[in-house]
């Protein structure tokens, strides 16, 4: 059950925008760090407090170390570290006037170090440092701009980081919901995860009686014409919804629906895919759309053809010392970077530097790649190109950092930030060769069932009566699917009972459920890693963990198996002896934080959220044949050494064999002629 309470659009509003970086640490004596936060285009607001938690070196002078503040590259606020070591916190109010939808916070500062003769040490040492903690965040203060009643403005709301954190949104389908209102909803689901920003929140998928709606919520209604509750229902004759299906607004006081519903499962499928598109739902200005068979609701795609531009528009970085700017390069989310990338860096710079002591760093996940000295005569139009080392598993989501060493002709010259400078320019780029990832492991999922940056021909085996518990489990691994899935082509489809053999041969399969509510957990017990006893009553001990008789009934477990019915592609089972069990396993699955725990292809939890990871497997590939595939290609030039030096041998080895041959032949000649 969800359960929220009542907001006004007449209250002041608060929320805390946790920043995403880790804790950093920046050394060298001038440093630099963006953070990123984004203000919701329904808030007006009334304050906004940066709440900054840093150290600083011991061996910085307190009296000359500073740090700036600033937002869209304006600074507002300066500060000196206090004489204090450890942990340090700054409260610093930021301009509203700066704020703008998307925002760059800006980390400045010159932390610098003296001898006793306060001889201050302005070159770059590594005691110069400033550590950024992870708890950094910042809070805004506002009021709710009230939602109107056309499509965008709800789904402005509804998916806004306040009102999900809050729960405040969610989605409601039928109370005995049809496989295609599942698969509508998962759809709907997926898509809301997609543009989710906060790592930690997710939009509950309810039935419908379970909606208790306040005020201040939004609830997306999917469910076919004839289960609507009759208060949806009402709000759309027979007639409009006549061979086509309805997306509309409702507003029931402070209560804020969006009803999505049709006649059929597939126009149903469609106008899920409508509400899945978030382009699609901020260009409808209007409070109803319908969707017919040649609706296009699909997402748009970009290919790129590896070809990854560092930054849309010229990136300035100022300041003498050592600077960097990170860009971050991502992959689908199906694939890994492969042997055979490289970096093109185009950039220019100032020509008042010290060149002798002036370079660039091109680094990729902190590993450098190389180096180039600045140099006069390249100042204005210089580039580096270098390539990403073999081996080097950077993943579907990376860094690529460029480094500036701008030093000036007079080091010991006040630092004077707008000079020296450096620009990289739109056409930097990294050309990225990438491979499928082959892992049927936890470490590759959700992304064994992605393809083409969406969800891959995925079935889903569920109990044909769903708990509350049950609704609870496909949240969560929808939650992670959709924040892994770009795109709302895919096809997901819901079966109640076992499919058939070609189903599951050629689709990627979802097996939720206890043995009691769910037959395809019975037949598949002889292949599960955690098996059941006999009756069926609980989870049983084996060689990775000895299981006490009660607690088997109460453990849940999401296992990752290559499937039965087709060995290239795997199956998940997420299953307990009971609903709550099951839900248990799922929680493991539902964000990517909690995803990353895992490398193994079993996840174990308990009812004191105590839960442990396994490996079964022993080849973890999921098509065995790309592996030797791959590990062919990985060895390319040893096997052509070691034919080459088997070739040298049959030579030498023929060469010896008729030499003596022919020392032979002559011998027994001489023998002969006696």
């Known amino acids: 059950m969800v359960t929220t309470t009542n907001v006004s659009a007449a209250d002041m509003q608060t929320y805390t925008q946790q920043f995403q970086n880790s ?49 869209n590259g304006v600074k507002f606020y300066s500060f000196r570290p206090s004489k204090k070591t450890g942990t340090q916190s700054k409260t610093i109010t930021v301009p509203v006037k700066l704020l703008g939808g998307s ?49 965008d403005s709800f789904y402005d709301h509804f998916s806004g980081q306040d009102t999900i954190s809050y729960a405040r949104s969610r989605i409601a389908t039928a109370n005995d919901p049809t496989p295609y209102e599942l698969t509508a909803s998962m759809i709907a689901l997926a898509g809301e995860s997609r543009v989710i920003t906060t790592v930690n929140d997710q939009i509950p998928v309810v039935k419908m009686d379970k909606i208790n709606s306040s005020d201040g919520d939004y609830v997306m209604v999917i469910a076919k014409y004839n289960h609507l509750a009759s208060e949806f229902k009402k709000q759309i004759s027979s007639e409009e919804i006549n061979g086509r299906g309805v997306i509309k607004t409702y507003y029931n006081g402070g209560k804020r629906y969006l009803i999505v519903t049709a006649n059929t499962g597939s126009l149903l499928k469609k106008a899920a895919r409508f509400v899945a598109n978030a382009e699609l739902m901020k260009e409808s200005t209007q409070s109803t759309e319908y969707i017919t068979d040649s609706t296009a609701t699909f997402t748009s795609s970009l290919h790129d053809n590896g070809v990854k531009t560092l930054t849309s528009s010229i990136d300035t970085i100022t300041g003498a010392g050592h600077r960097e700017s990170d860009y971050l ?11 055979g990338s490289e970096v093109y860096l185009k950039f ?36 580096l190109t270098v390539k990403v080392p073999r081996g080097l598993d950077l993943g579907n989501s990376f860094t690529v950092s460029v480094g500036f ?18 620009e990289v320019d739109t056409q930097s780029k990294m050309y990225v060769k990438s491979k499928r990832s082959n892992d049927l492991l936890f470490s590759n999922y959700p992304t064994l069932f992605i393809n083409n940056q969406t969800y891959d021909n995925i079935a889903v085996v569920a109990p044909n009566k769903l708990s509350d518990d049950d609704f609870k489990t496909l949240t969560n691994v929808f939650n992670l699917i959709g924040n892994f899935s770009k795109s709302n082509t895919g096809n997901i489809q819901f079966y109640s009972k076992m499919p058939s053999k070609n189903v599951l041969k050629n689709k990627n399969v979802i097996v939720i459920g206890t043995p009691k509510n769910n037959a395809m957990i019975k037949s598949l017990n002889s292949k599960l890693y955690f098996k059941y006893s006999k009756n069926f009553s609980r989870i049983i001990s084996n060689e990775k963990l000895s299981i006490e008789h009660n607690y088997g009934k109460t453990i849940g477990t999401a296992q990752l198996l290559r499937s039965p019915y087709n060995d290239k592609r795997g199956m998940l089972v997420v299953t307990g002896a009971n609903d709550n069990a099951v839900y248990l396993a799922s929680t493991q699955i539902n964000f990517q934080a909690n995803i990353q725990q895992y490398s193994g292809d079993g996840i174990v939890v308990d009812t004191n959220n105590t839960h442990y990871g396994y490996r079964f497997k022993k080849n973890k590939a999921i098509d065995k044949s790309l592996t030797t595939k791959q590990l062919i290609s990985n060895n390319t030039q040893l096997i052509i050494y070691l034919v080459l030096a088997l070739v040298a041998i049959i030579i030498i080895g023929a060469a010896v064999f008729l030499v003596m041959r022919k020392q032979g032949l002559m011998s027994g000649g001489h023998k002969h002629g006696k």
Do not use: C
Not at 33 to 59: A, E, G, H, I
């Open 329 to 339: 390069v991502s992959l689908p989310n199906d694939r890994t970077n492969a042997d």
């Open 103 to 151: 925002n760059k916070l800006q980390i400045e500062g010159q932390i610098l170090s003296s001898d006793n003769n306060d001889n201050y040490q302005l070159a770059q040492t590594p005691a110069n440092w400033l550590t950024i903690e992870k708890g950094s965040n910042v809070n805004f203060e506002y009021d709710l701009k009230d939602a109107d009643d056309t499509i």
């Open 348 to 383: 220019r710079y100032s020509k008042n530097l010290n060149f002798h002591r002036s370079l660039v760093t091109i680094k990729i996940n902190g590993t450098t790649l190389g180096s180039k000295k600045l140099s006069s005569v390249r100042a204005d139009n210089d580039t």
């Open 23 to 71: 804790t950093t640490t920046l050394s060298g004596r001038s440093v630099e760090s963006n953070m990123y936060l984004t203000k919701m285009d329904y808030w007006d607001v009334k304050k906004v407090t940066f709440n900054f938690n840093f150290q600083v070196s011991q061996l910085a002078t307190r009296d000359m170390s500073d740090i700036t503040v600033s937002l």
């Open 405 to 422: 060493d701008l030093e000036m002709e007079d080091q010991n010259s006040s630092d004077n930030s707008q000079t020296p400078w450096a």
